[in-house]
Each structure stands twice: as C-alpha cells, then as structure tokens.
C-alpha cells in the first residue's frame, strides 16, 4: 500500500506541474501496482479505492491531453472491473462487498462524464448493458 501511494503522490506531483508524460507512466505504475495487488490487499476497501483512484487518475490525464476517449476506456473499465468482482465468487466476501460501494462511485463517474464530454462506443455498450441486465445484490451487503 505504500509503495502504491508513494507512486500516486509522485503522479500527482506531476501532473500538477504539467509534467503529463511523466505523470501518465507513474499513473499507469500504480495502476499495474493496483491491479497485482487486488486481492491480496489486507484491507478489502483500500484495495479496491486503490483500483478506482488510479484508474480515474488516469481518465482525468487523458482529459487533460484532450483524449476523452481514452478517459471514457478508463472509466468503463474500472465500472466493469468492480460488476465483475461483485460476482465473483472465488473472491472474499469483504472485496465483493467493497466493489459493489465503489461501484455506485464509478457509476456516477460516467454518468457525470457523458453529460459533459458525450458518448463514447464504450460507456454506451456498458450503460446498455447495465440497463437490460443490471446486477444482482447480494444478501448482507449494505
């Protein structure tokens, strides 16, 4: 965890002083770190903030470099990521649970992104999908 956040705080850095392409490569370190790390996070919530922060970080760059399409990849696949892991049921119980309360964050994350910079191929299938089969909650989960 702190290995990642040294990373983030280094990105941010960064991108504060315009430094994009050094930005983007520490961005999409902490994001591989994010990732390896998954499901080995002691504290399930961390984990998977871990996952939404870097990859939102990442969308925000690319906004910045007036790429709204690659924001818009950025943003579908961390949403995706957390439905998937909601339903996963070799994951523990705490990191399933913790993705389905990260997941409405994300989804107000696209939502917010289509009203200001429109649809992209990416957000419309994965919005079309969550409209026709939207995800089951599971019981115990708040």
């Known amino acids: 965890m702190e290995h990642w956040k040294r990373t983030i705080e280094r990105a941010n850095r960064c991108f504060m002083l315009g430094e994009l392409v050094d930005a983007r490569e520490a961005y999409l370190q902490a994001l591989a770190l994010a990732q390896v790390l ?3 996070w002691a504290d399930a919530d961390e984990a998977v903030a871990a996952c939404v922060i870097s990859h939102h970080n990442l969308a925000d760059l690319h906004l910045r470099l007036n790429q709204p399409e690659e924001s818009a990849e950025y943003l579908c696949a961390i949403h995706q990521r957390l439905l998937q892991a909601m339903q996963d049921p070799r994951l523990a119980p705490a990191l399933r649970e913790a ?14 992104f289509i009203s200001e910079h429109g649809e992209y191929p990416r957000t419309h299938r994965l919005l079309h999908i969550d409209a026709v089969a939207p995800t089951p909650l599971h019981h115990g989960v708040h």
């Open 99 to 112: 993705a389905l309360r990260q997941s409405s964050k994300t989804y107000v994350e696209l939502l917010n």
């Open 38 to 40: 998954f499901e080995r």
